[in-house]
């Protein structure tokens, strides 16, 4: 429409113009020309000449005076408007008129006409028309066709831009295919295979073209529903050449095809390695790390479990409570490490025992099924027998488990002979719940310790009682320092040869209540073991060293003190300082304070022997108490700055009369002799076993026969007693 409105426009207009511009120019020239030449004739006129106006107007009417391409005849008519003279030129119609009046000095004596014809100029009108209507077309044809163009160019490039995207897509769809880490198998609605992804043809162990053509269900177990249970499941799949079965994530959907044959799509995802990660979750939950028995939550589902089946059969099952004996000294002793590898090589022991062999008065299923060792945390292992005809079949177990314990265990170089103690309960006999019936067993197994270790006892009921004791015995404990309960009792030792006061040791007491007067076996062993032997063994060193420097000032002479020193200070605890800071406070020269150490404190990692290092650094001596009943290893006696080796008292006393521990106790002199160590007998007595000590080459002496631990008041009275004693007899002798 636009188009065609321009060019009817341009086409109507463009003549038209012209015409009418042509018209209005020629008009005005006419009328120009007339003007003109009725001036110039009536000038003419007027001036004087030999010639007829006639021949005189005639000249001059032929004389152009404007220029003009048109034809234009001049005519000359006088008042009366007739015809007097004009040129003889044609003016065909039709013709345009301009006339102006001649004027004479009397006035107007006629007018002059001027004629053109616009013959020509509608010719030339009609040509200019033929040319708009040609620019008219070729507007017209422009804007038409242009946009067009343009139209078809757009959709040119749209479809060129839609073919990319869709060529992009596929090989995008292709990648996805070919690489997903999911194997894809593109299915017909009958289950057969169309195609399958390379992974899927990993994943089944068959070439991607093999599985064409073949029904899905030969790889895969389909859900019930067949191929079209659009969705997720958890089934399994068939590696093909070897038949094997695995795990897998089937995702059945279906295809969006517009025609023909239903389609779907199979995803399999392998989840072996999903599987092996949550057993692995099921065995970190469940299963000992280091020795890979059951744990304590393992434990615990299966003594539910197995009271449960005890209740159904009526048969009797044991609960059994096995602690390693002496395991602390070794992990101290050898390292963790070493610790770590003994307690595998018992849990290997424990299942070996318990699988094989007779299935010692169990019935019922086989023995490994009746049995579950487990261990709950540190060298703590427990079993569960079930299927007893009898209480006393747990007795046998335990002896057994005793026994295979018995064969020496080798650790790195080390050798080891464990033994344990074992806490039997028996269900329903104990009828408790399940964590009574393991609270029983440890309360058995503790008393097992107790009653020299190595052994196995049955849970009594007066056993909890004991364990109630203990309790209470640890309530009271707690607050025991803060309430001054403690206090220190000093007993001396003496130089065999002289006689004279050597040391005096300070041993602790405890006045449980403010009254009964407690010796340290009855609760060191819960001060260790709850730690408060931190804060207490702090108060015996500053206590201990306030008392000689106390007794200095009262005017007696310095004596050495010693102090005993439990395994838990070695090991927690800044020792070094808490010493260094008990000399300090009370002023006590360094070397009159000797630290008790048991043997097996020796023989901790590196950091014991540095601390031990730093110890004797600061001048104080180091004894080894009780001498003879621990882990003797003489090397470490001469690692360490040892002083002094105390022998224990049992060997001394069946001295004089007892061959054996007489050798024993002459051998340990010996040995303290020849690596230049002082060397104390303990538990002096009678003045034979002095006699015996003194002969053999003892050097000191400590026990009932010298005196009892005595308070401190007591204890200054005896010395004072005992220095105006022996200075008397050196008179006498002298
Ligand atoms: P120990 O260091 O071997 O101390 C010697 C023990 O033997 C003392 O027992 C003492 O009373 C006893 N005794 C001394 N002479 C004789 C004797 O002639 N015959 C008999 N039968 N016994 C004698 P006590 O005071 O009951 O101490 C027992 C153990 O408790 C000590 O053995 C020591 O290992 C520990 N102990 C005592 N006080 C402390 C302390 O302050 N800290 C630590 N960690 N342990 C301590
Ligand atoms: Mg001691
Ligand atoms: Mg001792």
């Given at each position: 429409?636009?188009?065609?409105?321009?060019?009817?426009?341009?086409?109507?207009?463009?003549?038209?113009?012209?015409?009418?511009?042509?018209?209005?120019?020629?008009?005005?020239?006419?009328?120009?020309?007339?003007?003109?030449?009725?001036?110039?004739?009536?000038?003419?006129?007027?001036?004087?000449?030999?010639?007829?106006?006639q021949q005189r107007v005639q000249g001059l009417l032929d004389h152009d005076l404007v220029p003009h391409t048109l034809p234009e005849r001049r005519t000359l008519t006088d008042a009366a408007g007739s015809l007097v003279t004009g040129t003889a030129v044609a003016t065909p119609g039709p013709a345009l008129r301009a006339g102006a009046p001649l004027v004479a000095p009397g006035g107007a004596v006629g007018e002059l006409t001027v004629t053109r014809s616009m013959r020509p100029v509608l010719a030339q009108t009609g040509a200019v028309a033929l040319f708009s209507l040609g620019l008219a077309g070729a507007i017209f044809a422009v804007l038409r066709l242009l946009p067009l163009r343009m139209l078809q160019g757009a959709l040119d490039t749209l479809h060129a831009q839609q073919a990319r995207a869709r060529r992009e897509l596929e090989q995008y769809v292709h990648g996805v295919f070919e690489q997903s880490v999911d194997g894809i198998l593109v299915c017909d609605g009958q289950g057969q295979v169309r195609s399958g992804n390379p992974r899927a043809a990993v994943l089944l162990g068959m070439p991607a073209t093999a599985l064409a053509g073949q029904p899905l269900s030969r790889w895969v177990a389909l859900p019930a529903d067949g191929p079209t249970a659009v969705g997720q499941h958890e089934t399994q799949a068939f590696h093909g050449p070897t038949a094997r079965a695995f795990p897998c994530e089937l995702t059945l959907s279906r295809l969006p095809v517009r025609s023909g044959d239903a389609r779907f799509v199979a995803t399999l995802r392998d989840l072996t390695e999903r599987r092996q990660a949550e057993q692995r979750m099921q065995r970190l939950a469940n299963y000992d790390s280091l020795t890979g028995l059951p744990n304590r939550s393992l434990f615990r589902d299966r003594l539910g479990q197995a009271i449960e089946r005890a209740d159904r059969s009526g048969r009797p099952m044991a609960l059994m409570f096995l602690d390693l004996d002496r395991f602390k000294t070794i992990n101290d002793s050898l390292g963790h490490a070493a610790g770590d590898r003994l307690l595998q090589q018992v849990a290997a022991t424990l299942s070996a025992a318990l699988r094989g062999g007779d299935s010692v008065g169990r019935a019922g299923p086989a023995a490994e099924d009746a049995i579950t060792v487990a261990r709950l945390g540190g060298d703590e292992f427990t079993i569960i027998a079930e299927q007893l005809h009898e209480a006393a079949d747990a007795w046998r177990i335990a002896e057994r488990v005793q026994k295979a314990l018995q064969t020496p265990i080798l650790v790195g170089k080390h050798e080891i002979v464990v033994s344990t103690s074992v806490g039997i309960t028996v269900y329903p006999d104990d009828n408790s719940p399940p964590d009574d019936l393991l609270r029983h067993a440890d309360q058995a197994m503790y008393r097992a310790k107790e009653g020299g270790r190595d052994q196995a006892l049955f849970f009594s009921a007066e056993m909890n009682d004991q364990a109630q004791h203990r309790l209470q015995l640890e309530a009271e404990l707690r607050h025991a320092l803060e309430r001054g309960e403690f206090q220190l009792v000093y007993q001396p030792k003496a130089d065999l040869q002289s006689g004279r006061v050597s040391g005096v040791e300070a041993l602790l007491r405890w006045k449980r209540n403010g009254q009964t007067v407690t010796t340290p076996d009855v609760f060191i062993g819960v001060?260790?073991?709850?730690?408060?032997?931190?804060?207490?063994?702090?108060?015996?060193?500053?206590?201990?060293?306030?008392q000689v420097c106390a007794w200095r000032r009262a005017g007696l002479p310095w004596v050495r003190v010693a102090v005993n020193l439990s395994a838990r200070q070695?090991?927690?605890?800044?020792?070094?300082?808490?010493?260094?800071?008990?000399?300090?406070?009370?002023?006590?020269?360094?070397?009159?304070?000797?630290?008790?150490?048991?043997?097996?404190?020796?023989?901790?990692?590196?950091?014991?022997?540095?601390?031990?290092?730093?110890?004797?650094?600061?001048?104080?001596?180091?004894?080894?108490?009780?001498?003879?009943?621990?882990?003797?290893?003489?090397?470490?006696?001469?690692?360490?700055?040892?002083?002094?080796?105390?022998?224990?008292?049992?060997?001394?006393?069946?001295?004089?009369?007892?061959?054996e521990d007489?050798?024993?106790?002459?051998?340990?002199?010996?040995?303290?002799?020849?690596?230049?160590?002082?060397?104390?007998?303990?538990?002096?007595?009678?003045?034979?076993?002095?006699?015996?000590?003194?002969?053999?080459?003892?050097?000191?002496?400590?026990?009932?026969?010298?005196?009892?631990?005595?308070?401190?008041?007591?204890?200054?009275?005896?010395?004072?007693?005992?220095?105006?004693?022996?200075?008397?007899?050196?008179?006498?002798?002298a």
């Open positions: 429409m636009v188009a065609a409105g321009i060019g009817v426009v341009v086409a109507v207009a463009g003549p038209a113009l012209y015409l009418v511009q042509s018209w209005h120019a020629e008009q005005r020239e006419l009328e120009v020309s007339a003007r003109l030449h009725a001036a110039v004739i009536a000038q003419a006129l007027q001036s004087p000449s030999e010639l007829p106006w001060l260790e073991e709850t730690g408060l032997i931190l804060p207490v063994g702090r108060w015996v060193l500053e206590q201990a060293t306030q070695l090991r927690q605890g800044d020792l070094v300082a808490t010493v260094a800071q008990a000399l300090e406070a009370s002023g006590l020269p360094s070397a009159q304070l000797e630290l008790e150490l048991t043997e097996s404190m020796l023989m901790g990692g590196d950091h014991q022997a540095a601390l031990l290092h730093r110890l004797s650094a600061l001048g104080v001596q180091l004894a080894i108490d009780d001498f003879g009943t621990g882990w003797s290893s003489l090397s470490y006696l001469k690692r360490f700055n040892v002083d002094t080796l105390k022998i224990d008292r049992s060997f001394v006393r069946d001295t004089p009369h007892d061959p007489n050798a024993i106790t002459s051998a340990v002199i010996a040995l303290a002799r020849s690596l230049k160590l002082r060397v104390v007998a303990e538990g002096v007595e009678t003045d034979a076993q002095r006699q015996f000590l003194l002969d053999n080459g003892c050097d000191e002496m400590q026990g009932y026969w010298l005196s009892r631990p005595l308070a401190p008041a007591a204890f200054e009275a005896w010395w004072r007693a005992h220095l105006a004693r022996t200075a008397h007899d050196a008179a006498v002798t």
